[in-house]
């Protein structure tokens, strides 16, 4: 198993970074140098009115009224653009913020999904079904030239055939440990015990070759025995795994094969091909998430001790051809992305609370100022406690804030009303819609709910915004 290193949102801005500081820092300079002179001219263009109309009001008044109007109005304009340019600012500071919580929040949770990958990662304990082999001589007739003519060459060779086997009997027990080389990650401390049923129905054969592969993928491997009706059998040569038996004609004959072995977090046995008959596996897990691996269903699972039993069995022929066995199941890591994408959008509803507040009450540049600043610092307070609880139990927690303080942006009861009725419309429901499984139909809610509110402050004589 490949396992990826985390990796943030590509392609968005990450102000923890010190080259996108750098560059966020330049850009920075370059707009408030645009700015200056977008100032020194403005302030140049108001001096020449002024003097213009100074000049206009000894020789034409009315020209002069009519430019002291424009000033005038354009003095208001100016006034407006003051909130305008202070939520674009906070627009824009809260956007880049945003931008590097969702990918601060998006790296943690890839670093979460790559640490619990981890605790699986690796091999797999494999034991392969055993096999029983003999050879015959086979007769081969082919042709060879010789000279001029064809002739027809019949030989033999000797060709390799597997024994059936009649029976298998598999006991498995499974202790699960930390590994020592990474506390992080799980290794499997297998016990095993088969007993596999053969009947030679050769006539003339009666020397094989039994083969009982090693467990693949193990880390330490020990005891392993091979009997043959209770009598321990040697291996034909030192280190490998294949044993001489001798068994006559319509006999029975029963092999027993134990060991001990540690490895990965996972064990599977494989029937290599064979078709099983008389088949029975049980595999004894002492811990909790066990689950079966590979698709095969068990026969049966039931809790056993601290952990589960699995039980495979097969009275017929059968054939699986994928491995199949047990693994440790991890915890189900589910919702991931919400968070980046409420935080992206958090600008966005910031605007739509903001508008329905300037709708709804009076707000000056300092409770502009206020309110975005409780706004991004409720998304803050969001990002890092969904990291430690619930984000649906973290937003009820920071939105009882949020609403304690968007009390006080009324003068009196009504106004502070407003307010309150702002906030759940425009900032609770709409985040509260983003976390939640069913976002369309709570952001509708809300969208219909700040509708109906604006349509009952301006069209049914409910004027909160009088003070």
């Given amino acids: 198993?490949?396992?990826?290193?985390?990796?943030?949102?590509?392609?968005?801005?990450?102000?923890?970074?010190?080259?996108?500081?750098?560059?966020?820092?330049?850009?920075?300079?370059?707009?408030?140098?645009?700015?200056?002179?977008?100032?020194?001219?403005?302030?140049?263009?108001?001096?020449l009115l002024s003097f213009s109309l100074f000049s206009l009001r000894k020789d034409a008044p009315e020209p002069g009224i009519f430019i002291g109007e424009w000033v005038v109005r354009y003095s208001a304009l100016l006034r407006g653009l003051q909130h305008t340019a202070l939520v674009l600012i906070i627009l824009i500071v809260g956007f880049f913020l945003c931008?590097?919580?969702?990918?601060?929040?998006?790296?943690?949770?890839?670093?979460?999904?790559?640490?619990?990958?981890?605790?699986?990662?690796?091999?797999?304990?494999?034991?392969?079904?055993?096999?029983?082999?003999?050879?015959?001589?086979?007769?081969?007739?082919?042709?060879?030239?010789?000279?001029?003519?064809?002739?027809?060459?019949?030989?033999?060779?000797?060709?390799?055939?597997?024994?059936?086997?009649?029976?298998?009997?598999?006991q498995v027990s499974i202790m699960q440990a930390s590994d020592p080389q990474k506390n992080d990650r799980n290794i499997y401390l297998v016990d095993f015990a088969a007993e596999y049923q053969v009947i030679n129905r050769l006539k003339d054969t009666d020397n094989f070759i039994l083969e009982v592969p090693p467990p693949n993928g193990y880390s330490l491997l020990q005891?392993?025995?091979?009997?043959?009706?209770?009598?321990?059998?040697e291996p034909t040569n030192p280190g490998e795994y294949t044993f001489p038996v001798r068994l006559p004609s319509n006999t029975e004959t029963r092999f027993r094969v134990t060991y001990q072995a540690q490895g990965a977090s996972r064990w599977v046995y494989n029937a290599n091909g064979q078709l099983l008959s008389n088949f029975r596996l049980s595999v004894l897990a002492n811990f909790p998430n066990a689950d079966f691996a590979s698709g095969v269903v068990p026969t049966e699972a039931k809790p056993e001790g601290k952990g589960t039993r699995f039980t495979w069995i097969f009275d017929d022929n059968v054939s699986v051809l994928n491995p199949f066995g047990v693994f440790t199941a991890t915890g189900t890591i589910r919702n991931t992305g919400i968070l980046p994408r409420l935080l992206l959008l958090a600008p966005a509803i910031f605007l739509w609370w903001l508008l329905l507040l300037y709708f709804s009450i009076p707000m000056k540049l300092k409770d502009v100022a206020i309110t975005g600043g409780i706004f991004f610092a409720t998304i803050l307070a969001l990002t890092y406690l969904s990291r430690i609880i619930n984000p649906q139990l973290a937003w009820t927690i920071v939105s009882l804030i949020l609403l304690t303080l968007a009390w006080g942006l009324g003068r009196n009861l009504r106004t502070s009303l407003a307010a309150f009725i702002c906030t759940i419309a425009g900032a609770v429901i709409p985040i509260l819609g983003l976390l939640v499984p069913y976002s369309g139909l709570t952001l509708s809610i809300a969208g219909l709910l700040s509708a109906i509110w604006l349509a009952v402050l301006n069209w049914y004589g409910w004027y909160p915004r009088q003070q």
């Fill in 223 to 233: 005891n392993f025995k091979v009997e043959q009706n209770g009598t321990r059998l």
């Fill in 1 to 47: 198993m490949i396992v990826l290193a985390a990796q943030g949102i590509p392609q968005l801005p990450d102000l923890t970074q010190p080259s996108q500081i750098m560059q966020f820092g330049s850009e920075i300079l370059r707009l408030f140098l645009i700015l200056i002179g977008l100032v020194g001219v403005l302030g140049m263009a108001i001096a």
């Fill in 99 to 170: 931008t590097t919580l969702a990918n601060r929040y998006h790296f943690w949770e890839q670093a979460r999904v790559t640490q619990v990958a981890e605790s699986v990662a690796g091999d797999r304990l494999e034991q392969t079904a055993p096999q029983v082999r003999y050879t015959i001589q086979e007769p081969l007739s082919y042709n060879r030239q010789v000279g001029n003519r064809i002739v027809k060459v019949e030989e033999k060779r000797t060709v390799n055939r597997l024994l059936a086997i009649n029976g298998s009997q598999v």
